[in-house]
């Protein structure tokens, strides 16, 4: 053990100590020649190792920093990082009490508070899955037995069930439809309105054209926090319509529901108790180390009735402990116990310190907005009601849409190029432009001004040329 912890302590301390540009990666082909990640029949010497692990650090963006604005995750949780490390250190499963007992009532009380912002009551369930993605797949599995207990067992039988999400939903809801054998073309991608929201009346009109042609509607996954243009798809109206046809009602809230810790910014998820389930993913704004997310659910016994088979003639005894085995309500054997790194970083914090966070970032959103507003050369090109701001550089020269696309492209890639600020590119509505994603509480109005200042002189530099 003594060498791994001269070789971490190490690494550790020069990572906190060096400057660096938030991303220096060469492309792919470029670091594959540079770099020797070859195994073979020898084993390596610990000299060898430490080196690999300079270069893993030396190369992969340094997500901690500010400067870091390209993700929905951004910024250092030290209270999770002890929990992560700590983790793997004694290296528990989550499919019965015995292999994880601290971790099984970390997670059990982690369900509980999340439950309870999210407007169910304690008679309500969970289980933290690994990411948004599998969260929202469960949001489908546990809709389709909903509507289809027998799919468990016996398959469609001939049946096509009918999925709705709207058009800014996470991808991840193609993969589920994928996954669970409805098949992608009967994900309903439901229009949206200016501001990136489900429309109430095109979920109606879908949902009456798919019963006109004798299919079964069951899952209306709405969105909170649209990954694009983080928009908060209508919870109260959408929920009417799911009670009218007996249909399931998930919120993928993998990045947006993170603001019900907020007094102040909350409304933007009020109804959320109406729903039938939630993803929540703790590794984006809550700022956990990938992986953390859970899917909760109002109905208790909903996901074990789903989720479960198996496992009873070896792993789930009946003992005195039978209850808090949670591996029944997971579609995971081994699972890691991401609870730790959770509730040592919600001990630390506490829920205030999640409110302040989100109500200074929204704090620093109004401040893009505002920035954007006063410049001639910048447009917002989405609503920024959310941590999430879409915009883009013109410089006001009658430049088609697929030029402006060429030009927000071409600086998104010299600003990567040159070390940051890091930012992406996105599309919304056909307009393409650069997306900012506020997640890390460091944030100030100096990173803001810079990247802006930065945008700006890009582009003045691109559109001279
Ligand atoms: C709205 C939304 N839902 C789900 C996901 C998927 O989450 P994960 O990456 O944790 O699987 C994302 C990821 O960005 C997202 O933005």
New binding site residues.
Partial sequence: MEKQLEILTKAVTTWLAEERPVVQAPAAQELAAQLDVSLGEQGADWPTLEAAVRNYLHYNPDAAQPDFFK??YSGRNDAALLGDWITSLSNATMHTYQVGPVATLMELELIRQWNRLVGFDDTSEGVMV???????LIGMMLARHHVCPDYKTRGSQGQTLVAYVSDQ????AQKAANVLGIGTDNLIAVATDEQGRMCPDALTAEINASIANGHVPFFIGL?????VTGAFDPVAACSKIAKAHNIWLHI?????APVLFSQQHRHLLADSHLADSV?W?A??LMNVP??A?VILVKHAGALTACCSGGGGDYLFHADENAAYNLGERSIQCGRRADALKVWLSWKALGNQGFAAKIDHLQAMRATCVEHIGASSQLELLADASYLNVLFRFNPGTGLTEAQLRTLNIEICKIMMRSGGPYVDYAQYKGRTGIRLILANGEVNAGHIERLMAKVERVGDELSAM
């Avoid at 939903?169 to 991840?172: D, N, Q, R, V």
């Fill in positions: 993700l929905l690994a990411g948004g993605s599998q969260a929202n939903a996470h991808y991840s969105t909170a926090g649209t990954t993928d809230g993998a990045w947006g993803a993913d590794h984006k990938i992986t997310a």
